[in-house]
């Protein structure tokens, strides 16, 4: 029997394209493991009328550890329209299944490295005083709240009448309180002390295990005082278990300025749901974007790891497939490190940096070509061409 049962949730899209590659690097490097396929995006929505059947959530119980692709999710009146006519009338809302996975499981952390690979193309480069260029080496890793603030879910249009009441208890509320419910539109914005303690507590762990000299909260507690100040304030008592450690503070505006000009001043970065979702884009930019850009949604059971793009449709069908699958397996990387496969995580790593600063194979966005058939002609390297060069340096 293997070490490991890993859950594989390809999804849609090119979901279906780079996670296969992501299996074959992790074979590669003898990784003791089996793989179950399980069932999870918009087929199911059509064909069942829920995107993350019963089945996929028994699979994550019992073994423990996902690799996910990337899902698509549509607005509300695509998904109604789409939806199998048999069970059309009968009550069935679409939901987002990786935001129901993360909640389901409690995947409260999510870890979204931004770390650029010397020699790509893609990295942030910088303009010198004396006209030339130079080019930071960046290196943080975003650590986000991933259950809840403003991705909580609690929200309404036109808020029942108790809601209202509720709200007008606040003095702040009154300049709303005349308008009309239909035109009222209220999204909770909802921390929690445990959850706080628990995100900031990863950070700094990280940041000690990994030789990191500060943890910076990107939040903006000057303006939303109660939520922001309260991850703030927890940053700063987790902080002394860490003395070794300094704590920084900014603003989340602010820092997405910050972050083109001096990014290789930042390290480990700790935030909010939604302005973790933010910065952690901002650095992925920085390094070589979607497809470079990897991520960990971890729980006290369960851990999902995913590439932060989604299933982008366009490239759905194109044969040979020509997304860059390197996102997808740094996202394996860290599901190796998570489990204490840290050799083989570095292995694979270190191969994907030789292929990368080589530059003989490079999928069309590190050539900052345009997507498509055509991109193949114009010298970009496909998906397989990508993965095949990097077992080959394996
Ligand atoms: P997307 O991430 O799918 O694609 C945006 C663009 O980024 C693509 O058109 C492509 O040019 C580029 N791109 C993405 N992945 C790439 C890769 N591996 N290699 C090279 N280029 C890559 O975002 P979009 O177009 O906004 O959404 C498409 C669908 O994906 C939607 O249905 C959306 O809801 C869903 N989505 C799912 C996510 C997930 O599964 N976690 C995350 C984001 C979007
Ligand atoms: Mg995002």
Redesign the pocket.
Known sequence: MAKHTIVTMP?D??GKV?LPEAVRVLEKVGFDAEYVHADIGWDFWISEGNPLPGRTIELLEKYKLGLFG?????PKDEADAELDPKLKGKGLVYYSP?VTMRQHFDLDICVRPCISFPGNPLNFIRRTVSGGFEEPKVNAVIFRQNTECLYAGVEWTDPPPQVRAAFATHPKFKIFAEVPGKELAISARIFTRQACVRICRAAFEYAAKHGYKSVTVCEKPNVVRETSGMLEKVAREVKKEFPEIAVWSTNIDAQMMWLTKNPEDYGVIVAGNMFGDIVSDGFAGLVGG??FACSANIGRQVAVF??????????EKLDPPI???I?TILSACMMLDHIGESQKSRAIQKAIGQVVMEGKVR???MMRLT?GPKAIEKGAATSIQLTDAILATL
């Open positions: 999804g899209g090119i780079v990337a899902i698509t999710s549509k990786i979607l497809g995913e590439p932060t793009h989604g299933s982008a449709p366009k490239y997304v860059n699958p996102a999928t069309y966005d997507g």
